[in-house]
């Protein structure tokens, strides 16, 4: 069982000015596992999937465009989560990232 809740729709704010929609499933509903999607605002849609596992959050997208983007990440205090993403074949360009909603244990 995982400690945190993150199903639903939320936004992910990049340091490199992208943002994102994630829309996540997680299963079983209070489980580590996740699958959903990723929306940037040109309206570029990747599949996805991750884990939480403690404090830490984890979700990988497949671009259209064949790049992979992971976003790795830790809850702070607040219920956020902030970390870095990188494209998995170029792991040296990386950017910041934090999410705009705030999640429960």
């Not at 991750?50 to 671009?63: A, T, Y």
């Amino acid at each position: 069982m995982s400690e945190y809740r993150v199903a639903g729709r939320w936004d992910v704010h990049q340091s490199n000015g992208y943002h994102a929609i994630f829309e996540i499933g997680q299963h079983p509903p209070d489980g580590n596992d996740l699958v959903g999607s990723a929306t940037l605002d040109d309206g570029t849609t990747g599949g996805g999937s991750g884990r939480v596992d403690g404090d830490k959050f984890s979700f990988r997208v497949e671009w259209p465009n064949g790049s992979i983007g992971i976003y790795e990440g830790r809850f702070g205090a607040d219920g956020k989560i902030s970390g870095e993403t990188f494209d998995e074949a170029h792991p040296g360009s990386q950017a910041t990232w934090f999410s705009g909603a705030n999640f429960e244990k």
